[in-house]
């Protein structure tokens, strides 16, 4: 199961927009894509997830792109509370299951 | 409504020694997954429960292995304990009825074997 592919670490300045971006070349056609953070000692936390259409929540936007080989998870105004791990995820289609990246560490600077 | 909720939250075991996790997921829920999280391989999935069958497993030994009850509560039972077993352990929920569900996770167990 192919891996998606995420920076390492970013930084924003709070208050700002912050753009993660996220490589799933390889993903299939009925695989949905998921975001979730997690705080150190916590489980992950569901942001947003999408198949092909941008999606819109409280918390974030995702763009996808039209050829679903990447998408973008946008946070629009970055909050300390925002500085966290965010993972890029596969749902492959058997059941549920979530296939995690390495993740990008985002920093927020007052 | 009550998240995913997970027990015990810390435990210390002896290698050699066999766990129990245990998971509630959160109410309607039928399905429920588990996850491993180490510093060196990051999060990875162990296997999904749907109405109390197996779905979907990952690629680990068979001393991992899980269940899942009519009320769609899950356990999972690592036995012969290695030192690497040592990680926090996540459970997650969700409908499960389709790909695409909102999936919730727990706030995991910390397992440390010594």
């Known amino acids: 199961d192919a891996k998606t592919t995420q920076p390492n670490s970013m930084e924003s300045n709070e208050e700002e927009p912050v753009h993660l971006p996220c490589n799933h070349s390889t993903i299939s056609g009925t695989d949905y894509i998921h975001w979730y953070r997690q705080l150190p000692s916590q489980g992950p936390e569901y942001v947003i997830h999408?198949?092909?259409s941008n999606v819109n929540n409280r918390m974030a936007s995702l763009a996808i792109a039209e050829d679903r080989k990447s998408s973008t998870l946008i946070l629009h105004r970055a909050t300390l509370r925002d500085a966290a791990v965010y993972y890029c995820i596969r749902e492959s289609n058997q059941g549920g299951k979530l296939i995690f990246g390495q993740g990008t560490e985002l920093s927020v600077k007052p | 409504k009550a998240g995913v909720t997970q027990t015990p939250r810390y435990l210390i075991k002896t290698r050699g020694q066999q766990v129990t996790l245990s998971c509630s997921p959160i109410?309607?829920?039928?399905?429920v997954s588990w996850y491993q999280q180490t510093p060196g391989q990051g999060l990875q999935f162990l296997f999904e429960?749907?109405?109390?069958?197996?779905?979907n497993k990952g690629n680990f030994p068979g001393r991992f292995s899980g269940r899942q009850f009519s009320n769609s509560r899950s356990e999972m039972n690592v036995s012969t304990l290695e030192l690497g077993d040592s990680a926090l352990y996540l459970c997650?929920?969700?409908?499960?009825?389709?790909?695409?569900?909102?999936?919730?996770f727990g706030e995991g167990s910390w397992l440390t074997v010594v």
């Open positions: 997650a929920s969700s409908f499960g009825t389709a790909s695409g569900n909102t999936i919730y």
């Open positions: 999408g198949l092909t």
């Open positions: 429960y749907f109405s109390e069958t197996q779905r």
């Open positions: 109410s309607g829920h039928r399905s």
